[in-house]
């Protein structure tokens, strides 16, 4: 959990700094890097490209991450994730959906996200207003945790995949007005994929009783 305002991480776990694959998690800097690389060329992304960007936050779609991650140079975008974002654990895997992030550095991205150094300030609002209104199968976790007043006002992406290890690796990100969440899992898939939907709904839960 990271303070906004202070920019302080509380971590409830001692392996923090331990990484995972983000599975789908990463597209949101996927879209950041590309809109504000966009920017930076004065290049304004057209309608296709947008289409594409709004269906790989909202119902995350595998197709337009690949598609991104080509037009970012998947290893550079995530060197510069890195070097932007201040994270100290993370690295590139063999496709975006294998990147490893930790969990103190997946706060580290959500802010770099929410003020504005990810995807600049041409960018930010939208990118912030798709992520606000992820649906379908993505929009669990964190969110079913928030009153509706907070949830409205929360930005999240959420990653979820069983991998050749025969496990789950489940992780929600959460920014919020004034804090960012960031939950990572790995458990046997025997479990199903509610256990760790569950373990981010219920470190929310007991953070917002706090």
């Not at 990810?118 to 976790?141: C, D, I, Q, S």
């Not at 050749?164 to 959460?174: F, G, Q, T």
């Amino acid at each position: 959990l990271m303070d906004r305002t202070t920019g302080a991480i509380t971590a409830s776990s001692p392996n923090a700094g331990a990484t995972n694959v983000t599975a789908s998690m990463i597209k949101a800097w996927l879209a950041a890097d590309f809109l504000r690389r966009s920017a930076e060329r004065k290049v304004t992304p057209g309608s296709s490209d947008m289409h594409e960007l709004t269906i790989m936050i909202r119902d995350s779609d595998n197709d337009a991450a690949s598609y991104f991650a080509r037009l970012n140079g998947y290893t550079g975008s995530i060197s510069r994730l890195r070097s932007m974002c201040g994270l100290t654990d993370s690295r590139a895997g063999v496709d975006w959906a294998h990147t490893l992030v930790s969990a103190r550095d997946t706060v580290r991205m959500g802010l770099c996200i929410g003020d504005g150094r990810a995807a600049g300030p041409k960018w930010t609002g939208w990118l912030l207003n798709e992520m606000r209104n992820v649906r379908g199968a993505g929009r669990f976790g964190i969110i079913s945790a928030l009153p509706a007043d907070i949830a409205s006002q929360t930005a999240i992406k959420n990653g979820w995949v069983v991998k050749n290890d025969d496990k789950w690796h489940i992780n929600c990100m959460a920014i919020g007005p004034d804090w960012v969440l960031g939950v990572m899992t790995v458990y046997p898939s025997v479990k199903g994929m509610g256990q760790g939907i569950n373990i981010c709904k219920s470190v929310a839960q007991q953070l917002m009783a706090k």
